[in-house]
């Protein structure tokens, strides 16, 4: 059997990959071209996503795996994932107007009441189904309104949507993507034309939408040179959003499944075939995200390793005063294996934090905030490194179960197993407890599973394999090595942690 070569570019945001899947019937395999850090860079007081850096990451990562893949081994086409809800803007010449900002910047404090004035918060989530989170695409655009790039701007592109434009010409709008923005209609799968008239948000900055599978241009002649590419090579449309490519990328077996995306951000909940847009769905902060072949990602995000990520470069920083000052991990995996092991052998449970909490998404000063909601609820402040990870791990162990408990409630569905994917598959403590939290078995890997959806989405799109997300994912089961954990300990001490923060969208919507 011929065997065909899919280059999947995942830019995540501790760091950017380009890994090529091998695929035939039967066989799927993984080889990582190239990894380059995600550096954010803050100029003039906002933080903004180095994109430059990030494009010619993605232009080594490709010259990389053409390298890997000459003579009769080309590649077959490229797609392309990334974070969700931020963009570029441009001119009608194409020209990029301003640096892609942040998720992360808090240029967006007060937008939320500016949209509340107009559209409650009950028909904003009638209307999209998307979780109410403070950096959602439409409160970027209610934050820039009046700026001079968005107002000179002729185009908006998301940002997988940006990179797939600079390689190819052709400007799109992927689906998937496009519902983080908080403007698209769940049941319809189009844009949410009265939302985004309410709020003077411009529609037509959009160009059209495509959906997974669609073809999304072939590669420019001046990247073909750059990349030493020798022939012409399409880009097709892969979920585009990270963790739709990752949840395509889950190797589930039976439909009864709840996964976790675990990697900077943890993101908890089931795949539905049509979105929960009820009043208690909102209130319990669910989203209705938009996934591969007409499904529906109900999840709640939660903080992540993010946290602990931001621990680890306050440490580094504070033992070594002129290392990095950049809002990705600075540590190397053997100080975090350390770290890691030591958490482990620390008071299980100690203390708990609501990993929910928008409080915890800016950066800078992460082991004070996480001390600081220790004391708030009562609870011992962790003293040590080893005690704030353990906090941190417990803390996420809880929110995940609290996600899927909630999920399963809310949609009416039962789960049997959890899934956990992304790079926190590598954190066995975490899984472990999120087992335990869950009192269910949870089946970790694989840890690339956004690259591996996106591989499958193209290999598919190809003719390479067929079936549905069924048999895409029994294709992972057989070929991607996986771990399972039983759940163990005490259950009953999970929901005494669980009560010592009561019920944190409740506390949340009072304060
Ligand atoms: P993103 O896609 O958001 O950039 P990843 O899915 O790559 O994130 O996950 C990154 C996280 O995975 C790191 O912050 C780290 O906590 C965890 N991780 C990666 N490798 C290891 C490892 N060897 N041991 C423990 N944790 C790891
Ligand atoms: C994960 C992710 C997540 C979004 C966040 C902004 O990388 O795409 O699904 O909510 O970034």
Redesign the pocket.
């Given at each position: 059997t011929t065997e065909h070569r899919f280059a999947a570019v995942?830019?995540?945001?501790?760091?950017?990959?380009v890994i090529v899947g091998e695929v035939a019937p039967e066989r799927l395999t993984l080889h990582e071209a190239h990894r380059f850090p995600?550096q954010p860079t803050r100029l003039l007081g906002t933080l903004h996503w180095d994109i430059l850096s990030l494009y010619q990451g993605v232009l080594d990562g490709l010259t990389a795996a053409a390298a890997q893949t000459t003579g009769n081994t080309t590649l077959t086409s490229i797609g392309i994932d990334t974070?969700a809800v931020d963009y570029g803007l441009l001119a009608a010449d194409g020209t990029l107007l301003a640096n892609p900002v942040h998720y992360r910047d808090t240029r967006t404090t007060g937008a939320a009441e500016k949209v509340a004035a107009v559209l409650p918060p009950q028909a904003l989530y009638a209307a999209t189904g998307i979780q109410h989170l403070p950096f959602n695409t439409i409160y970027q655009l209610i934050a820039a309104q009046g700026t001079p790039a968005l107002t000179a701007a002729h185009r908006l592109l998301l940002i997988p949507d940006l990179i797939s434009y600079w390689l190819t010409g052709e400007p799109g709008t992927e689906l998937t993507n496009a519902s983080t923005t908080q403007l698209i209609d769940p049941r319809t799968r189009d844009w949410a034309t009265p939302v985004a008239e309410a709020l003077g948000i411009d529609l037509s900055l959009f160009p059209p939408l495509r959906h997974p599978g669609d073809p999304a241009g072939t590669l420019r002649q001046d990247v073909l040179t750059e990349a030493g590419l020798t022939h012409p090579l399409p880009v097709t449309a892969v979920g585009s959003h990270?963790t739709a490519s990752?949840v395509v990328g889950v190797p589930a077996t039976t439909p009864d499944f709840a996964y976790i995306?675990?990697?900077?951000?943890s993101l908890a909940g089931l795949e539905l075939d049509a979105p929960v847009l009820t009043e208690e769905s909102r209130a319990a902060n669910f989203t209705n995200e938009l996934g591969v072949d007409g499904t529906v990602r109900y999840l709640r995000n939660i903080m992540?390793?993010?946290m602990?990520?931001e621990c680890v470069r306050t440490w580094n920083t504070e033992a070594t005063p002129t290392s990095s000052t950049s809002s990705t991990?600075t540590t190397s995996?053997t100080d975090?294996?350390a770290l890691?092991q030591a958490a482990a052998q620390t008071t299980p449970l100690r203390s708990v934090v609501d990993a929910g909490d928008p409080a915890f998404i800016a950066p800078h000063h992460m082991p004070d905030r996480i001390a600081d909601a220790c004391r708030r609820t009562g609870q011992p402040i962790p003293r040590t490194p080893a005690e704030t990870t353990r906090c941190v791990l417990d803390s996420l162990a809880l929110a995940h179960r609290r996600a899927i408990e909630d999920a399963t409630r809310l949609s009416g569905r039962t789960v049997s197993a959890v899934h956990i994917v992304?790079?926190?598959?590598?954190?066995?403590l975490?899984c472990q407890l999120t087992a335990d939290a869950c009192g269910l078995p949870v089946i970790a890997g694989p840890?690339?599973a956004?690259a591996l959806g996106n591989v499958l989405v193209q290999a598919r799109t190809a003719g390479v394999i067929n079936g549905g997300l069924p048999e895409l994912r029994a294709l992972l089961h057989s070929t991607q090595p996986l771990r399972q954990y039983e759940p163990t300990g005490d259950h009953s001490a999970w929901d005494r942690a669980a009560a010592r923060l009561g019920d944190p969208q409740v506390t949340r919507a009072a304060t």
């Open positions: 995942d830019l995540g945001a501790s760091s950017g990959r995600n974070w990270d990752a995306a675990t990697g900077t951000w992540g390793l993010w602990l990520q991990s995996s975090l294996t890691l992304g790079g926190g598959v590598h954190n066995t975490l840890a690339e956004a």
